[in-house]
C-alpha cells in the first residue's frame, strides 16, 4: 500500500516504515532546494525496492542509504528514493535519531540533485559543509561528528 502525503513537494511512503518525521521530510527537502524550482518527489522503500533500484540504476546488488534520480523534465527537479530500514541500522549503528538521519538523507538526497557530489575530498567537505549548514537550521547536529 502507498500512502502519499500531499504538499506541493510529493512525498510517497512506499514501506510499512513508520517515519518518524514524515510531515518534515517536505521542509527539508525545501531548505536543501535552497531556491530551486520544480517538482520533487521523495519516497521512502523497502529494502527490495531499494535493492532492485540500485541495482538497476548503480549496478549494485544491495539496498543503499539515499538514491537521487535527476530529472529530463521541464520544472522538476528529480526524484529522491530513502531506503527505511538502511536509514534506521545506520541511524543505530552511528547512534543518532533515526528522525535526524531521515532528515540528513533529504538533504544529502537534494543536493545530489543541485550538482553536489562527494566523489573526491574537496567535493565532499563543501558537500557536508552544506548538509551542517541545513540541517543545522532545524536544530539537527553535525552528522558528521558521531560517525564511527
Known sequence: MV??????IGVQLGSDANVPNVDYLSEYARAAMEGETGALCIRVVGELEGRELNLRYCAKAHATNVLSFFSELPDSLGDVAICAPVVEAEAKTQSKSVADHYAHMVVHGVLHLRGFDHGE???ATLMEEREIEILGRFGIAD??????
Open 143 to 148: 552528522p558528521y561528528e558521531s560517525d564511527v
Open 3 to 8: 500512502q502519499v502525503v500531499k504538499d506541493p
Open 121 to 123: 575530498a574537496t567535493q
